[in-house]
């Protein structure tokens, strides 16, 4: 699944409806169809709030998803200047929070051109699986970013 | 003299809102999914309540079916104007997809959240 949209408010329920209804006709649980919603919301957020700032014309918002050895892997990029530590931040900084939380993975990359959040989440169909928890544990303990791109989310 | 307000899909994603003051108490009631895309709707909203002599305000979360940190940042607010203008803040709990965003952030315990609010 591959979406374009306009990075501006009402694409985040757009691309959250968009990757939760993959995740649901992929049969994930109900409780992990809410960990794509929160997670992917928060990541499209993230790029309407901060990705153009500096951008005299509305950026666009890109959303791919697909399903990859059992897990569904999200991305969500921009075309932008990056996430950069801002004051004023209208996110609360818990944005980055919510989905190291919730995801089974969280990784951000960012080149210069663009910031990419990569979000992994587990199809399995029974919850309580041995790996699960550590892996979890290990994305909200993610803090130190890859070349400090969490910086933004104070 | 009782107010309303009574907004169905604000924007493109099924969001709804119902403001309602009643005397000293103003009650917002928020349906569907609260993300950036209902922030300003829902911010507009609670400035209205002090547009009358508002000493409670109720905030029902229990419609709501999702909620990400664009929300909660507004709840926030909320609660920070409600305190500067000495009016009482009552929440009504939203369900466990809600609740648990103010969980992770540790705000649940930090927000006057009740079961069900006073009418």
């Excluded at chain 2, 309602?20 to 209902?38: H, K, M, P």
Aim: include cysteine.
């Amino acid at each position: 699944m591959h979406l374009t949209l306009p990075a501006a408010a009402a694409s985040v329920p757009e691309a959250r409806h968009a990757v939760v209804e993959l995740a649901r006709q992929l049969g994930a649980r109900p409780s992990t169809v809410a960990d794509v919603a929160l997670a992917v919301s928060e990541a499209c957020t993230n790029v309407v709030l901060h990705a153009y700032r500096e951008h005299d014309e509305p950026g666009v918002l890109h959303v791919d998803a697909e399903a990859r050895d059992g897990m569904l892997e999200v991305v969500v990029a921009d075309e932008g200047g990056g996430l950069r530590p801002r004051e004023d931040s209208p996110g609360l900084g818990m944005g980055m929070a919510l989905m190291a939380a919730v995801a089974s993975g969280l990784q951000l990359d960012h080149d210069g051109a663009a910031t990419r959040v990569h979000l992994t989440f587990d199809l399995s169909p029974e919850p309580g699986e041995a790996g699960e928890a550590g892996t979890r544990a290990g994305a909200a303990g993610d803090d130190a970013a890859p070349d400090g791109a969490l910086a933004d989310r104070d | 003299m009782a107010i309303e307000h009574d907004i169905e899909s604000a924007h493109d994603g099924p969001f709804g809102l119902h403001a309602a003051a009643n005397g000293t108490t103003y009650r917002v009631t928020l349906r569907g999914e609260f993300d950036l895309a209902a922030v300003h709707v829902v911010e507009d909203a609670l400035e209205r309540a002090y547009e009358g002599e508002v000493r409670v305000l109720d905030i029902d979360l229990a419609p709501l079916t999702f909620l990400d940190s664009s929300g909660l940042r507004v709840i926030l607010g909320a609660a920070d104007r409600a305190a500067s203008s000495g009016v009482e803040l009552r929440l009504r709990r939203g369900g466990e997809t809600v609740q648990r965003v103010f969980a992770i952030t540790g705000l649940d315990k930090a927000l006057p959240f009740v079961d069900e609010p006073c009418t």
